[in-house]
């Protein structure tokens, strides 16, 4: 009896078949690394080096949600969403604490997306610069990753933000763990104007870290320094003052 002979289109599936169950195999056993990887490359795809001043001007009167209730933890479905939602973040500037090598994209409003990719606003009237500037973002098992790096500050580390009009420095003059009731640390200061940060303080959500700097100097960008430029990797723009 002749043994029967596959098609070449049966092959051809097969083959592909036999590959993409090779490649979630892989992507199963090396899950952390993967995630990793993806969150990394939405950040960088994000950066505020990668967009203009009229962008992030026209970015800043989009709609966007504020409203932390729907944030969820961070899981495998959402960063891969992220992944494939592209290029339709509203990002309006950046923030850089070059203590803890941190450089991420500031997004306008607070969502998953969001939170995946950078960092979010808390308020829709907000302004760098001026009263309390409050930015959120996710912690995670990878301690470079995101705000995870927040753990690590320490008092007089400086914080910049930038709109690409201007570099804001500030200086971190208080940290805590606290409760996520504790909202009274969004409040607008009659004597200062200052950033905070804010980010998970445990794997379950108990808790939240809170840094707050106190705003030292605005910096107009075609006067910034190297180091300040250096901090958002903006040195191949030409933003030197001549």
């Known amino acids: 009896m002749k043994k029967s002979k596959q098609s070449p289109r049966l092959k051809i599936i097969m083959n592909a078949l036999l590959f993409t169950l090779f490649i979630i195999g892989i992507v199963l056993i090396f899950n952390d690394e993967f995630e990793d990887f993806l969150i990394h490359q939405n950040s960088e795809e994000y950066a505020v080096v990668e967009v203009t001043r009229q962008e992030i001007q026209e970015n800043e009167n989009q709609h966007a949600i504020f409203d932390f209730d729907v944030i969820e933890s961070v899981n495998s479905e959402d960063i891969i969403k992220a992944q494939f939602n592209r290029n339709d973040l509203p990002i309006i500037g950046g923030i850089a604490v070059p203590s803890v090598k941190i450089n991420l994209p ?39 990753l995101l705000f995870t790096p927040l753990e690590k500050v320490q008092e007089d580390d400086l914080i910049y933000l930038t709109d690409l009009e201007n570099i804001y420095t500030y200086k971190i003059d208080f940290k805590k763990i606290v409760k996520p009731t504790d909202i009274h640390y969004l409040d607008v200061s009659p ?3 200052q950033v905070t940060l804010i980010t998970c303080g445990d794997s379950e959500g108990k808790t939240r870290i809170i840094v707050q700097g106190e705003l030292e100097v605005i910096t107009p960008i075609e006067e910034a320094t190297e180091e300040q430029l250096h901090a958002f990797e903006l040195e191949q723009k030409s933003y030197y003052k001549e």
């Open 106 to 144: 500031i997004f306008k409003g607070l969502s998953n997306k969001n939170l995946l990719s950078g960092v979010g606003t808390l308020d829709p009237h907000q302004q760098m610069g001026e009263g309390n500037y409050a930015l959120a973002s996710h912690s995670l098992e990878n301690k470079e």
């Open 191 to 193: 004597i200062k104007k």
